[in-house]
């Protein structure tokens, strides 16, 4: 057990729906001086409260926190009130980062997640939970998707049930359901099974909990080194599978890197990147509308919804995406490097350049612009040949040629 400091902060969560405290806390709350919650937990504190002063939480966190610090060490007894395990996607992380580990103390209740499992009777250890509060993407959402089988979803006022229906319904999930719990431990409680579709216009309560279930695994297992016929593409448009595999290895995609395909044809690599960017963001960029379908359906039928797919011409169709760690440029790159300029000004410092190409004259381009702005870069030539049976027995046939150039952007002068 660690020593606590003297007057540390305790943080006490409050059962969800009865909002009552965990036993053993009524002394600490009758002990409060000043008492830190949001409006509604501040509305229901115990009675033992009798607090000097509150503080509301209510917008960014930064700024409160260094207001009990300041109270803190003003001598004053700080008491925050949090929702069920304040350490389970709560307030008790951040205080701990800004206090540390030994001027916070914690009293957990029930989270929400174990009443809600306990509802459906799942062992919530088998659940992925994703938050999208605050978030204005559901990237965790999806990501968790292409991995985990049910994922409970905290939302926020802006991500409603609703919200993320129409989310999944768009990207194009059609093998799922959802689970809205409502009102857990209070009046009103409610567990409604659902299809996305009717969820995308009905009215939720403000507590609520979302799981989503996948209703059917993937037709393709999501892995490095999916085979080419795997993939719905144009014959010939595809990165195959021997080359694929050297240049995600040259690429080397971090699990929370935002990594770009530029020219992405059928999506391959980007649908293998996603696999290893679990915590990132992955972008297809495809100009053909026909290819891009093709994106599309490869990420349904493998479940590879990290991949977002973006139809248009580059680089105009870069403007807002966001900065990436990892570009990878398998087609796109044209007569000029207008492309691969824009790619090389938007990655950020210490991040790297992949591309692949089949002409010389491609190769030399690419290899003047890095040399050019003092990159460091270097260059291997793969040729792979494929055993094709021929009079009962095989041959190897051998595919193109291919260059593949990698590239780090150096970081800024001190």
């Given at each position: 057990?660690?020593?606590?400091?003297?007057?540390?902060?305790?943080?006490?969560?409050?059962?969800?729906?009865?909002?009552?405290?965990?036993?053993?806390?009524?002394?600490?709350?009758?002990?409060?001086?000043?008492?830190?919650?949001?409006?509604?937990?501040?509305?229901?504190?115990?009675?033992?409260?009798?607090?000097?002063?509150?503080?509301?939480?209510?917008?960014?966190?930064?700024?409160?926190?260094?207001?009990?610090?300041?109270?803190?060490?003003?001598?004053?007894?700080?008491?925050?009130?949090?929702?069920?395990?304040?350490?389970?996607?709560?307030?008790?992380?951040?205080?701990?980062?800004?206090?540390?580990?030994?001027?916070?103390?914690?009293?957990?209740?029930?989270?929400?997640?174990?009443?809600?499992?306990?509802?459906?009777?799942?062992?919530?250890?088998?659940?992925?939970?994703?938050?999208?509060?605050?978030?204005?993407?559901?990237?965790?959402?999806?990501?968790?998707?292409?991995?985990?089988?049910?994922?409970?979803?905290?939302?926020?006022?802006?991500?409603?049930?609703?919200t993320i229906a129409q989310a999944l319904l768009?990207?194009?999930?059609?093998?799922?359901?959802?689970?809205?719990?409502?009102?857990?431990?209070?009046?009103?409680?409610?567990?409604?099974?659902?299809?996305?579709?009717?969820?995308?216009?009905?009215?939720?309560?403000?507590?609520?909990?979302?799981?989503?279930?996948?209703?059917?695994?993937?037709?393709?297992?999501?892995?490095?080194?999916?085979?080419?016929?795997?993939?719905?593409?144009?014959?010939?448009?595809?990165?195959?599978?021997?080359?694929?595999?050297?240049?995600?290895?040259?690429?080397?995609?971090?699990?929370?890197?935002?990594?770009?395909?530029?020219?992405?044809?059928?999506?391959?690599?980007?649908?293998?990147?996603?696999?290893?960017?679990?915590?990132?963001?992955?972008?297809a960029i495809e100009r053909e509308p026909r290819?891009?379908?093709?994106?599309?359906?490869?990420?349904?039928?493998?479940?590879?919804?990290?991949?977002?797919?973006?139809?248009?011409?580059?680089?105009?169709?870069?403007?807002?995406?966001?900065?990436?760690?990892?570009?990878?440029?398998?087609?796109?790159?044209?007569?000029?490097?207008?492309?691969?300029?824009?790619?090389?000004?938007?990655?950020?410092?210490?991040?790297?350049?992949?591309a692949h190409a089949i002409l010389l004259d491609?190769?030399?381009?690419?290899?003047?612009?890095?040399?050019?702005?003092?990159?460091?870069?270097?260059?291997?030539?793969?040729?792979?040949?494929?055993?094709?049976?021929?009079?009962?027995?095989?041959?190897?046939?051998?595919?193109?040629?291919?260059?593949?150039?990698?590239?780090?952007?150096?970081?800024?002068?001190?």
């Amino acid at each position: 057990m660690f020593d606590k400091t003297n007057n540390p902060v305790h943080v006490v969560g409050l059962r969800p729906g009865a909002l009552t405290p965990p036993a053993g806390a009524e002394d600490v709350l009758a002990r409060a001086q000043v008492l830190v919650a949001g409006r509604r937990l501040l509305d229901a504190a115990p009675r033992v409260c009798r607090p000097e002063r509150s503080i509301a939480v209510a917008g960014p966190l930064g700024p409160i926190l260094e207001e009990i610090g300041r109270e803190r060490a003003a001598g004053r007894f700080v008491v925050v009130l949090a929702d069920g395990d304040p350490l389970f996607f709560g307030l008790g992380k951040r205080l701990i980062e800004a206090l540390g580990a030994e001027a916070v103390v914690v009293h957990p209740n029930l989270c929400t997640l174990q009443m809600a499992a306990a509802r459906m009777g799942l062992p919530w250890h088998d659940v992925r939970v994703v938050s999208l509060h605050g978030r204005k993407d559901f990237t965790p959402l999806f990501a968790a998707l292409a991995r985990f089988e049910r994922i409970a979803v905290f939302t926020d006022p802006e991500n409603t049930p609703a919200t993320i229906a129409q989310a999944l319904l768009e990207r194009g999930v059609v093998d799922a359901q959802l689970i809205v719990l409502e009102n857990l431990g209070g009046p009103g409680e409610t567990a409604r099974r659902m299809r996305m579709e009717e969820a995308w216009d009905l009215p939720f309560s403000d507590l609520n909990l979302v799981m989503v279930e996948r209703t059917a695994p993937p037709e393709i297992p999501l892995m490095l080194g999916i085979p080419d016929h795997y993939y719905f593409h144009e014959k010939g448009l595809i990165t195959k599978l021997s080359v694929r595999a050297a240049g995600l290895a040259m690429l080397g995609v971090m699990p929370d890197s935002v990594v770009w395909d530029m020219g992405a044809g059928c999506g391959s690599v980007a649908i293998e990147a996603s696999h290893l960017a679990a915590e990132g963001r992955v972008f297809a960029i495809e100009r053909e509308p026909r290819r891009a379908a093709m994106i599309r359906e490869n990420v349904r039928r493998i479940g590879a919804w990290l991949v977002e797919t973006v139809q248009g011409e580059m680089p105009d169709s870069l403007a807002k995406l966001p900065d990436p760690d990892r570009v990878f440029i398998g087609g796109g790159l044209g007569r000029d490097t207008r492309n691969l300029a824009v790619a090389c000004h938007r990655i950020k410092p210490g991040g790297r350049v992949v591309a692949h190409a089949i002409l010389l004259d491609t190769l030399m381009r690419v290899k003047d612009y890095f040399q050019t702005r003092n990159w460091n870069f270097g260059v291997t030539q793969l040729q792979a040949s494929q055993a094709d049976r021929l009079a009962g027995d095989f041959r190897l046939r051998a595919q193109n040629p291919v260059f593949i150039v990698w590239a780090d952007k150096p970081a800024p002068a001190q």
